[in-house]
């Protein structure tokens, strides 16, 4: 409670500052607050009680909304630590409307408040006040171009889309609330599931339906594409990264507290997450717009993360899910702070854009080309080992010919990823040689901070593993 | 209150909720005009709302009738944010026609 109170009133400070004209000192202020934020849950996960401010707020009754256990805290660090990396990079990406700069900053923030509600979540309506705020949010951020008829198109396809993924979890909720005639997580899950009448299973199939819609996996996937091509690059690198991650850490929670008791539900997720993988890797390869084949990847690690449903051992799976989480966002963010860097100055995204990167920013091209073999699943970067421990609990579980299928789709995906890599190091730069426009400074910064703490989990993976422990 | 809800039925609450869901659902899949499909999405919301209140009389719960402040106060922001991208809409395309929004494909 206290974390959310934090970052709530961070987004407050931002707008008040813009107010007073202090628009030079917003996003220094926000960053620090954010780092700072993030020492205080570092402290939180470390310590053995972590009611560090002794306000209270781990006690009753705040701990029937929210729960601060491992898997909680754990997961707020990374979303803090992903909006402190988006908003350092939303000066530069907003430098011609310089008077919107604190309303995106707030935005992300409150976006950042919904992503911790819903992931420490111990009471639905948290949980549905958490994924609305978040989703809210979101649409604002897509369709926040509005002279660009793509960027409306975007936040209008992604605006129908999320209500009516939020009215299917709703509906969810009621039927589940109808079954137990509770809203917290802690009583439901200690009642007796076959004692339960059956709205409760639909109910949970439909929360299921409805996170599905959120996290973009496969049959629920087709508004995905063309929202990430459509929005803002810097909003698009948000959901690709922080919403898509926050969904997924969520729907996993849920999931595993709500622990519906239906034949086949985990075997329709296994088949989900196939299917995610295989259409996003497919569909990826035919893909001219990077922004969208980003997309269609981020699919394809919807159906990865997918895997960690099959599980023998709880905690463990959190701890490859949280890694696996860690390791794509991070890369994702490296990946995008590129692609921002390109489409400001060359004013698209298509591969032909990146032609002949590597000989004149070749700093850009090795962070690029490190964050997408990362992606692809090469070792000593971290994805590798997060494919590597989610493949390894799946074959524990003896579930085979998921690890086949996905073994293969990670082949299909290197195809994709080198495209991208071999545009930017054996074509030619289409435009003449002297563009002596420097990379902003931030960019080359956030990209290589983001890659190097890629790399840094990837050697020593433990780190990350024992927070959940 | 409790007579009414035992003469005719939760069973009867679970089905009118979700026809009304039903139509909300299809509002949204088959009608191409902006504003019916928000039309549709509240026909959802509030179908919802109707099943969160009967259940909270049938449970004798009153948390099921604050879900539904706290679901009404998120449908008005969410379809003030989706109105703000109508308007940006029908500045570009002159309509609100959801078919005339076709270029992002591939």
């Known amino acids: 409670m206290d974390i959310l109170i934090a970052i709530a009133g961070l987004g407050i400070i931002c707008l008040v500052a813009e107010i007073f004209n202090l628009r030079k000192a917003i996003v220094p202020v926000t960053v620090a607050g954010l780092l700072g934020v993030l020492a205080f849950v570092g402290a939180k996960i470390f310590s053995k009680n972590p009611d560090i401010l002794g306000l209270g707020f781990d006690k009753e009754p705040y701990i029937n909304m929210i729960i601060n256990d491992k898997f909680a805290l754990s997961f707020s660090a990374l979303f803090i630590l992903l909006t402190a990396f988006l908003v350092a990079l939303s000066p530069e990406f907003h430098k011609n409307h310089k008077a919107k700069l604190s309303d995106f900053v707030a935005i992300k923030l409150f976006l950042l408040t919904g992503a911790i509600a819903m992931i420490s979540f111990s009471n639905l309506s948290m949980f549905f006040l958490g994924i609305e705020i978040l989703s809210i949010s979101l649409y604002i951020l897509a369709a926040s171009n509005p002279k660009d008829v793509k ?8 605006f129908l889309m999320g209500a009516f993924a939020s009215g299917i979890i709703l509906f969810g909720i009621a039927l589940i609330y109808g079954a137990t005639g509770s809203f917290n997580m802690l009583t439901i899950n200690a009642m007796d599931r076959e004692a339960l009448p059956s709205w409760y299973n639909i109910g949970a199939v439909m929360l299921t339906i409805g996170l599905m819609f959120k996290i973009a996996a496969v049959p629920f996937h087709f508004w995905a594409p063309d929202v990430y091509e459509g929005s803002p690059a810097l909003s698009t690198a948000t959901m690709s990264t922080l919403a898509k991650v926050a969904a997924m850490a969520s729907f996993f929670k849920l999931i595993t507290t709500l622990n519906p008791h ?14 995610s993988m295989t259409i996003g890797n497919l569909m990826a390869l035919k893909q001219t717009n990077v922004k969208r084949m980003l997309g269609f990847s981020g699919i394809s690690h919807a159906g990865y993360m997918l895997l960690a449903f099959q599980f023998r051992d709880l905690t463990f799976a959190q701890g490859n899910l949280f890694y696996y989480a860690f390791a794509y966002t991070l890369a994702g963010i490296a990946a995008f702070a590129v692609v921002l860097y390109v489409s400001s100055s060359k004013g698209n995204e298509e591969v032909y854009s990146f032609n002949g990167l590597g000989k004149t920013k070749p700093l850009m091209a090795a962070v690029l080309t490190c964050a997408l073999l990362s992606m692809a699943g090469i070792p000593i970067f971290s994805g590798f080992f997060g494919k590597m ?27 994709y990823y080198f495209k991208l890599i071999l545009a930017m190091y054996s074509k030619e730069s289409i435009e003449n040689k002297e563009d002596n426009n420097t990379v902003p400074f931030v960019y080359s910064a956030v990209a290589v901070i983001a890659i190097l703490i890629n790399i840094g989990i990837g050697l020593c993976p433990e780190l990350i593993l024992q927070l959940m422990r | 209150m409790e007579n009414i809800l035992q003469e005719i039925g939760i069973d009867n609450y679970i089905y009118l909720a979700t026809l009304l869901f039903c139509i909300g659902i299809f509002g949204v899949l088959y009608r191409r005009n902006a504003i019916v499909m928000f039309m549709s999405i509240e026909i959802m919301l509030n179908a919802v709302n109707l099943l969160l209140v009967a259940f909270s009389t049938y449970h004798q719960d009153a948390a099921g009738q604050v879900f539904v402040f706290f679901s009404m106060a998120v449908a008005a922001a969410e379809v003030a944010v989706g109105l703000a991208i109508l308007v940006a809409v029908f500045r570009n ?13 591939g």
């Open chain 1, 151 to 158: 960027s409306n198109e975007a936040g209008m396809k992604y």
């Open chain 1, 262 to 275: 239906l034949p086949g539900f985990l075997t329709t997720i296994n088949i989900i997450a196939v299917l």
């Open chain 1, 389 to 415: 421990f989610l493949f390894n609990q799946v074959l524990d579980k003896g579930r085979m010919i998921l690890v086949v299928f996905a073994v293969i789709n990670s082949i299909i995906a290197v195809g």
């Open chain 2, 93 to 105: 395309h002159n309509g609100i026609d959801i078919d005339n929004l076709k270029n992002l494909k």
